[in-house]
DNA sequence: TGACAAATGCAACTAAGTTGCAATAAGATA
DNA sequence: TATCTTATTGCAACTTAGTTGCATTTGTCA
């Protein structure tokens, strides 16, 4: 998934494309991680570009519904947004300095998903799972 | 995991048993989901218990503290509370009404935890998982 | 019972996220 | 290119979740 397969994918669902978009969808490509609105504001305004929250919230929300991003729960009190890859990854969550990792796939789920579906009343569409540990910058601080 | 042993467990870390305290307790160990802070708030009002938001948050920090219970994030504002209990379990989480139900852990997962910790440099100590998607009530409904 | 720490309430605060309304700008079309 | 329609944006005011400092009350143990 690079910029421009990106701009095409965003194009397709009828949103024009601005500058706000542009470097929303850059920052989050670039970041290896997934952000919180207030950090993409912070970023954003690091970049030059004025923007207001309300701005942010709601173009999280629409490329949310077009399922171009999703939010991701990850602790700490700002719910986080990451693009939606074809590559299906988990995260690792560092208890002391609450940084993110992406970490990809070991295991196959999707056999697990199938099995709750059929053995329970619940459907299953997705799932998300998130590892918690101390990372390698805050081992070599503590 | 009965109410008994539990009352143990709380007086065994030096924290006094209070009313307030005890009927947290309850509902959290009634429930056979996580509660936010301000659900707990309005089930102990709606139980005649008169108690200021300021002494949930303390007490959920304080029994957390002293690994009784633990935070998981779902999505959602509130984070929610869950009891520690021996058996582990993961959660299927409602896109629809938002509720979410336990489901008992069907594979485990400690060898991924192992695989990461060797072949990263992330020390993991714990993770979480969540399955989405329509529970019985919802498919019913739409 | 008395002392001391833990527990609680209150008020005032911060931070995340939402809503309504008015102004602006993207981009399709003529 | 000028115009029109609609998406986008900003602003202000709001709600909700969660925090902090300080004064008061209450368990528990000697």
Redo the contacts between chains.
């Keep these: 998934m690079d910029a421009r397969q990106l701009k095409e994918r965003v194009r397709n669902t009828g949103l024009r494309f601005t500058k706000i978009r542009e470097s929303l969808l850059e920052l989050l490509l670039e970041s290896g991680a997934p952000l919180s609105a207030p950090a993409l504001l912070g970023l954003l305004h690091a970049k030059g570009i004025t923007v207001n929250k309300t701005t942010i919230y709601r173009e999280l929300d629409a490329l949310g519904q077009r399922q171009i991003i999703r ?1 991701v ?3 700490g009190r700002a ?1 986080q947004y990451e693009i939606i890859a074809s590559d299906h990854h988990h995260h ?1 969550v ?2 002391e300095c609450k940084k993110v ?1 992406d ?1 990809d796939m ?2 196959d ?1 999707d056999q ?2 199938k ?3 059929a053995s ?17 910058g805050c ?1 070599t601080t503590i």
Tied chains: 1, 2.
């Design positions: 939010q729960q990850l602790g719910a690792l560092c208890l990792e970490v070991l295991k789920l697990e998903e099995k709750i579906t329970t009343q619940f459907t299953v569409t997705s799932h998300s799972l998130e590892f918690y540990g101390i990372c390698k081992k």
